[in-house]
């Protein structure tokens, strides 16, 4: 046996070994993304006051009046979960850069919601980066150890300098949670395309 041959083999040891793991740490992933979602909601009526700010789809209409403030408060989109894991006939899909782009979503609201929690009076913005904390943990657990250095960290946003005041904390509040919303809607798809891939006999060869 050559010396590619045994690369190869033990390449695809190595990926059995990491699969065998990888469900179960998608499910444990995903059962944070369901507290997740569960919390959104109570920490936006707790730290949200403006009339007409809600998390409501049949309301979203009355957001549009605050678009101009999204971009003035510069408030970071994190990557586009879609286009990156997207389902597995397409044959693009990596799973790397797929846990990659999780990860730096969930740094990215790991830090504005450390921002908002210096802003708010409730707790529960607390709790919610913990999950997120704790979410960012399992995610990175996945992938692969050699990867882990190689992944582009997010830089800090900034955010804190340009929320002047309560109602500019309130609108980025309100935005912030929509946006992690549809994040974390799109890491639990995300997530089952991650447990498809490595249930797929063929996926381990």
């Known amino acids: 046996m050559n010396t590619l041959k045994i690369v190869g083999l033990l ?7 990491r699969s065998a793991h990888l469900p179960e740490r998608s499910m444990d992933a995903r059962s944070l993304v369901e507290k997740i979602l569960g919390n959104i909601p109570m920490v936006h009526e707790s730290s949200v006051k403006i009339t007409g700010l809600t998390l409501d789809l049949s309301s979203q209409s009355r957001n549009i009046p605050y678009q101009s403030m999204v971009t003035s408060l510069g408030i970071p989109a994190a990557p586009e979960l879609k286009t990156v894991c ?11 850069v797929c846990l990659s782009s999780m990860s730096a979503g969930l740094q990215l ?17 607390t709790g919610l980066l913990a999950d997120i904390r704790d979410l960012l943990a399992q995610v990175n657990k996945m992938q692969e150890p050699g990867q882990m250095s190689s992944v582009a960290q997010y830089e800090a946003s900034g955010l804190a300098s340009r ?14 949670l929509l946006q992690l919303r549809d994040f974390t809607q799109n890491l639990k798809r995300s997530l089952r395309n991650v447990e498809h891939l490595t249930s797929r006999p063929e996926q381990r060869g």
């Open 109 to 125: 609201y790991q830090d504005v919601l450390g921002v908002l929690k210096e802003r708010v009076t409730t707790e529960k913005v």
């Open 86 to 96: 997207r389902p597995l006939n397409q044959i693009d899909f990596t799973l790397e």
């Open 163 to 176: 929320l002047p005041g309560d109602y500019e904390v309130q609108v980025a509040t309100h935005f912030i």
């Open 11 to 17: 390449c695809c040891l190595a990926f059995l070994v």
